[in-house]
């Protein structure tokens, strides 16, 4: 059986600087990955060659049983891969229905998008502002929209930016349990900095420093890494 | 939002245009109707593309001039004007997609989008300036450069070219074109592919993330605009009865943005009611030699971009919203303002 996500070599330069550099990544089917690491690491970076934001210097992706290296990210999200952006990625003018009910549509066409738009609503708890303008709303309430979004074409493979950035901590906990349940659906790879919450949904870790994997393990086992602390805390080891 | 009180808009709107297209010729002659209703049509074409694709085109005018040209070329030379009116329509609509492949495939910034619309109406334009004399003909049919296209057949009943249509009788078929467009318009705009249209305007990334292929999206979207703006080329032909580069000119295709935004992008009613109200301003100033036209409808945008920001219709919406909720329970259903323009609200 193939992983649901794997790199291999991935290169990614930016004129002389290499953002990523030669990424061996495999992800396993309904596996939950945290990526963690200093500011610059490569972690957006990787993620935005893997959606088709990017396209890698050198290397390749595999998705699922398709070698995706260089598509389009539209073709990436027709494989069932959902994105969430860093800076939530959502249609300001739009309602939140109808943001959720775009993606839904997508994922399972017209006939099912209004059940899937329900469902989707009801999983973030956005039905009392699903007739809202999503420009109106608080960070912390775009987020859940930006996952409803995810959450409505039924992906198999979901990549997380920073999903608890700006949250207060008790929209990080919901955050916590909806990530838990998704875990049992879809495989999951998280960019976080809240080590807080990490240690919550307790997963393996990769942690990412100047493009490449530093160590990657348990979530507890990373922590204790002598190297880990150092490139945290800048230190050279 | 459910199919039904979108559909239930659309018809009111439907009925309520027709209305007011039906007792219009009690005010005013049907000539001068009939190009109103024209520039209707084309303004409709880019608030389409603009209002709900977030495409800026600097050259609709093309397409306009295109289906003109195409009309009277394909009348000279086919008599019967059934086929040369779907020509006039299907060319612009081809080449209207030609050019959008290109542009949006070639992720071309809005920017530049602007420039190379802009630059392909004054290629049409000078190149048929330069089209004077016996070699630039297709056909029977002569460019004629800088004169034009003169005494081509105007429009018939389908299949009786002897039976024209003029006078009130194209009246009645530039006001049925119009609530027809229209009408498909809102059908289109209602329908998954144009929720999706709008989800790209508002943000592309997030809609190819999404899983849709926003270039071809945009391309269609696009030559759907070149279709309608050669429709009312088609019309603007029969109705002047002479195509000359004129309907390519930048003046042309400036005065349609200004229709737009005066009238309230983002807005269906909106780029109607500028084309008419300012196609009837310039007519009455026509008439007039003290001030200079353009300097007026030059102060008119200005001043309305200024003081209605969001257009006449926005200022028609906010009107409609602040009525007392009386008036407007029996006028019909409330908010029937704010579902006209949805599923757009900007």
Same mark, same amino acid.
């Given at each position: 059986?193939?992983?649901?996500? !794997? ?18 990544? *495999?992800?396993?089917?309904?596996? #939950? ?7 610059? +690491?490569?972690?957006?970076? =990787? ?12 290397? !390749?992706?595999?998705?699922? !049983?398709?070698?995706? *290296? ?8 027709? #494989? ?35 059940? +899937? ?21 608080? /960070? ?52 976080? /900095? ?37 490139? %945290? ?5 | 939002?459910? &199919?039904?009180?979108? #559909? ?30 024209? %520039?209707?049509?084309? &303004? ?7 209002? =709900? ?15 003109? %040209? ?15 009116? #779907? ?5 612009? =609509? ?24 802009? @630059? ?25 450069? =800088? ?23 194209? %009246? ?8 027809? @467009? ?7 705009? &209602? ?40 429709? +009312? ?114």
């Amino acid at each position: 059986m193939p992983s649901a996500l !794997e790199t291999r070599g991935l290169t990614m330069t930016f004129g002389g600087v290499a953002a990523v550099d030669g990424v061996d990544f *495999t992800l396993g089917r309904r596996e #939950l990955r945290c990526l963690i690491g200093p500011n610059g +690491a490569g972690k957006s970076t =990787f993620f935005k060659c893997l959606t088709g934001q990017l396209r890698p210097t050198a290397g !390749e992706i595999r998705i699922g !049983e398709e070698e995706t *290296t260089g598509w389009d990210p539209h073709a990436v999200a027709r #494989l069932g891969v959902g994105v969430k952006t860093q800076v939530p990625s959502v249609m300001d003018g739009l309602s939140v229905r109808e943001n959720v009910w775009l993606s839904a549509h997508r994922g399972h066409g017209t006939a099912a998008a209004r059940a +899937a738009t329900d469902a989707a609503i009801e999983r973030l708890a956005l039905g009392d502002i699903a007739r809202a303008t999503v420009g109106r709303l608080s /960070h912390g309430e775009r987020q859940r929209v930006e996952l409803a979004i995810v959450v409505a074409a039924a992906p198999t493979l979901i990549l997380l930016d920073e999903p608890a950035a700006g949250l207060t901590s008790e929209e990080v906990g919901r955050l916590a349990e909806i990530i838990g349940a998704l875990a049992r659906e879809a495989a999951i790879v998280i960019v976080e /900095h809240d080590m807080q919450f990490i240690r919550t949904i307790a997963s393996v870790v990769t942690v990412f420093s100047q493009g490449r994997i530093l160590v990657e393990g348990p979530v507890e086992d990373v922590m204790r890494d002598r190297r880990v602390r150092d490139v %945290y805390l800048g230190r050279k080891g | 939002m459910s &199919a039904r009180p979108q #559909l239930r808009g659309t018809l009111l709107a439907l009925a309520a245009g027709a209305a007011v297209l039906a007792l219009a010729p009690l005010v005013a002659e049907t000539y001068t109707l009939s190009v109103l209703v024209i %520039y209707a049509i084309l &303004a409709l074409s880019l608030g389409l593309i603009w209002g =709900f694709g977030g495409i800026l085109c600097f050259g609709q005018a093309a397409f306009y001039g295109l289906g003109a %040209y195409t009309y009277a070329v394909a009348a000279i030379n086919i008599g019967e004007s059934t086929l040369p009116v #779907l020509l006039g329509i299907a060319v612009p =609509f081809a080449f209207a997609f030609a050019l959008g492949a290109v542009m949006f495939y070639g992720r071309l910034s809005d920017v530049y989008l602007g420039v190379v619309t802009l @630059v392909v109406t004054l290629i049409f334009f000078r190149f048929m300036n330069a089209t004077a004399g016996p070699a630039f003909a297709v056909g029977e049919a002569r460019l004629g450069g =800088f004169n034009g296209i003169p005494g081509f057949p105007i429009l018939n009943v389908p299949g009786h070219p002897r039976w024209e249509i003029y006078d009130g009788a194209f %009246y009645a078929v530039c006001a049925g074109a119009l609530l027809l @467009v229209y009408g498909l318009v809102r059908w289109l705009l &209602a329908s998954p592919f144009g929720r999706v249209a709008v989800a790209i305007r508002e943000n592309e990334g997030r809609a190819e993330l999404m899983g849709y292929d926003a270039r071809l999206r945009k391309t269609v979207l696009f030559a759907v605009g070149g279709g309608i703006a050669g429709l +009312a080329g088609v019309l603007y032909a029969c109705w002047a009865e002479i195509v000359t580069p004129g309907l390519f000119s930048l003046a042309q295709s400036a005065e349609i943005i200004v229709w737009c935004i005066v009238g309230g992008l983002g807005t269906l009613a909106g780029p109607i009611i500028g084309a008419v109200v300012l196609g009837y301003a310039k007519f009455l100033l026509g008439q007039q030699s003290v001030i200079d036209n353009t300097l007026i409808l030059g102060a008119i945008l200005v001043l309305s971009v200024l003081l209605m920001p969001r257009g006449i219709a926005g200022v028609l919406a906010a009107a409609w919203a602040r009525a007392p909720r009386r008036a407007r329970r029996a006028r019909g259903r409330p908010r029937a303002a704010h579902r006209l323009r949805s599923p757009d609200r900007a």
